[in-house]
């Protein structure tokens, strides 16, 4: 079965940074993509970056652009989001989701994906 498992949330200051994790399991790494979206209550969820491993090709929202940094350790099968100068609008539930024809050009919808996990709470303070 497909299964990703999201860590690394927490409350960090204005300005600060954090380190998601997405560690998949259950699908061959290299045909699939990872996608990171969050969800603040009463919005739907937005895309934040992709990383698609078999070629490095990544993708970010432009709200993100030049503070996020999407990897991967294709030894561990986990993507990282690296998150820096985070602002309290970053505050959301960040899930990790993963299909096979994702972030193909583009960062894609959340409805494109079909496989998700749990998410991990992100709080900036002000």
């Known amino acids: 079965d497909v299964q990703l498992q999201a860590s690394g949330g927490g409350l960090v200051q204005a300005g600060g940074s954090l380190r998601l994790s997405c560690a998949a399991s259950?699908?061959?790494?290299?045909?699939?993509?990872i996608g990171w979206f969050r969800q603040v209550p009463g919005i739907g969820r937005e895309g934040v970056s992709c990383?698609?491993?078999?070629?490095?090709?990544?993708y970010y929202a432009d709200s993100v652009k030049g503070r996020f940094t999407i990897s991967s350790d294709d030894a561990k099968n986990t993507v990282y989001l690296r998150m820096h100068s985070l602002k309290p609008e970053d505050t959301a539930v960040y899930y990790c989701?993963?299909?096979?024809?994702?972030?193909?050009?583009?960062?894609?919808?959340?409805?494109?994906?079909?496989?998700w996990g749990h998410g991990t709470l992100v709080t900036v303070s002000s």
């Open positions: 259950g699908f061959t790494f290299d045909d699939y993509a």
């Open positions: 989701a993963t299909d096979r024809n994702v972030c193909r050009y583009r960062l894609g919808a959340s409805r494109e994906y079909d496989y």
């Open positions: 990383f698609r491993s078999s070629d490095g090709s990544s």
